[in-house]
């Protein structure tokens, strides 16, 4: 697989808030879906407000706080994820909404080694990946805080 440039999560509570800043500080293409336009609108404010409250402390500047703007994007249609190269979920603690979610990600992605993670804490990654056609293209990654992203200055 070539390099990860652009990075689909899905869910913008708490976790996916993180993970889409800490690949978005990273320097990632990271696009964020939501349910629903009101449950967008609220994770792209957690987001602005993070990066915002991160530029007023000191941890990046300015210019690193917009160009981490600019490299995040919103939707509410995971049909908008067929380029991604690594799509994260991060939605409730579910097995049933999960597993559907992976089934309409495999259906919409296009490139055929891009990876389908996880953040489940308590839900077996088979049970996800044998959802898919690809079921060796599948990861969990849990965490049970939010991921917090460190520059080089930190």
């Given at each position: 697989?070539?390099?990860?440039?652009?990075?689909?999560?899905?869910g913008?509570?708490?976790?996916?808030?993180?993970?889409?800043?800490?690949?978005?500080?990273?320097?990632?293409?990271?696009?964020?879906?939501?349910?629903?336009?009101?449950?967008?609108?609220i994770?792209?404010?957690?987001?602005?407000?993070?990066?915002a409250?991160a530029?007023?402390?000191?941890?990046?500047?300015?210019?690193?706080?917009?160009?981490?703007?600019?490299?995040?994007?919103?939707?509410?249609?995971l049909?908008?994820?067929?380029?991604?190269?690594?799509?994260?979920?991060?939605?409730?603690?579910?097995?049933?909404?999960?597993?559907?979610?992976?089934?309409?990600?495999?259906?919409?992605?296009?490139?055929p080694?891009?990876?389908?993670?996880?953040?489940?804490?308590s839900?077996?990654?088979?049970?996800?990946?044998?959802?898919?056609?690809?079921?060796?293209?599948?990861?969990?990654?849990?965490?049970?805080?939010?991921?917090?992203?460190?520059?080089?200055?930190?």
């Open positions: 697989m070539a390099d990860i440039e652009r990075v689909g999560v899905v913008c509570g708490q976790m996916g808030a993180g993970i889409a800043e800490v690949c978005a500080r990273s320097g990632l293409d990271v696009r964020v879906a939501e349910t629903t336009g009101e449950a967008l609108e994770g792209r404010t957690r987001l602005y407000n993070s990066l409250k530029a007023e402390r000191g941890k990046i500047s300015e210019e690193e706080r917009d160009a981490t703007l600019a490299r995040l994007s919103f939707t509410t249609d049909g908008e994820f067929a380029d991604r190269d690594l799509v994260i979920e991060a939605v409730v603690e579910n097995e049933q909404v999960k597993t559907e979610i992976f089934q309409i990600l495999d259906q919409v992605i296009t490139r080694d891009a990876i389908l993670a996880s953040n489940t804490s839900i077996p990654l088979v049970k996800l990946a044998v959802a898919t056609s690809r079921p060796t293209r599948s990861s969990a990654s849990t965490s049970s805080t939010r991921p917090r992203c460190r520059s080089s200055s930190s």
